[in-house]
């Protein structure tokens, strides 16, 4: 069954650091999506993508944190100087169309010390 | 702003016992109502998608409802395999998710 992944499962890295995190989507699906969860809260909406540029963004996603489709599989996610409160599960999302289910990945549990 | 409140927070069942989850929602324009599994350091397992009220979904021991208002996760005669953190989540360009019911089904 076709499925999304995130790479890495777990990455540790040091305060001001930049990190990617990378996605593969299902293969035929079209709307991309970042969402992250703190421990112990709700998973927050990040961002959205579609036809190779962002759609819609949140609150959080400021100036530090970008989004790219370099190829034709991958989605990444960079966040260019981290901070203690970016220490979360970044999950990864797509769906075929706008109105369907969107399929998460297992996510990537980012700690920044 | 989109609104989703879940309820109980926590819910412990025997084997066997039955129970409702509650999630109610004010969003401006619902493209649809989507329930969710997670287990523990996972990421969510999509469950149903409800569009219009009066729409029932099932699936296995679970069956989810639709109101104008509020949606209802039904579990019947529960295992622990159903043990997990059930999500509810209302789709307008994003989805605004609750913060969950947590059910722990004891054997």
């Known amino acids: 069954e076709p499925e999304v992944t995130q790479t890495p499962s777990h990455q540790v890295t040091q305060m001001g650091q930049e990190v990617i995190l990378r996605c593969v989507p299902i293969?035929?699906?079209?709307?991309f999506y970042w969402y992250r969860q703190i421990l112990g809260q709700k998973v927050e909406f990040l961002v959205s993508?579609?036809?190779?540029?962002?759609?819609?963004k949140s609150e959080i996603f400021d100036d530090q944190f970008s989004v790219e489709r370099p190829d034709g599989s991958n989605f990444t996610l960079k966040i260019r100087s981290t901070k203690l409160e970016d220490s979360a599960m970044y999950f990864c999302?797509?769906?075929?169309?706008?109105?369907?289910?969107?399929?998460f990945g297992q996510g990537t549990r980012l700690t920044v010390v | 702003e989109d609104q989703v409140t879940q309820s109980p927070e926590a819910l412990r069942l025997q084997e066997g016992e039955s129970s409702s989850l509650n999630c109610s929602y004010t969003?401006?324009?619902?493209?649809?109502l989507f329930w969710y599994r997670q287990d523990p350091g996972k990421g969510p397992e999509f469950l149903f998608t409800?569009?219009?009220a009066g729409e029932e979904k099932e699936k296995e021991r679970l069956k989810a409802t639709l109101t104008k208002k509020e949606s209802f996760l039904h579990i019947t005669a529960p295992k622990p395999e159903d043990s997990a953190t059930y999500l509810c989540?209302?789709?307008?360009?994003?989805?605004?998710f609750g913060a969950g019911t947590t059910v722990t089904v004891r054997a």
């Open positions: 999302a797509s769906r075929t169309a706008m109105n369907t289910e969107a399929f």
């Open positions: 293969s035929n699906h079209l709307y």
């Open positions: 993508f579609y036809n190779n540029e962002i759609s819609e």
């Open positions: 969003v401006s324009g619902l493209r649809g």
């Open positions: 409800l569009y219009s």
């Open positions: 989540a209302v789709l307008n360009y994003k989805l605004s």
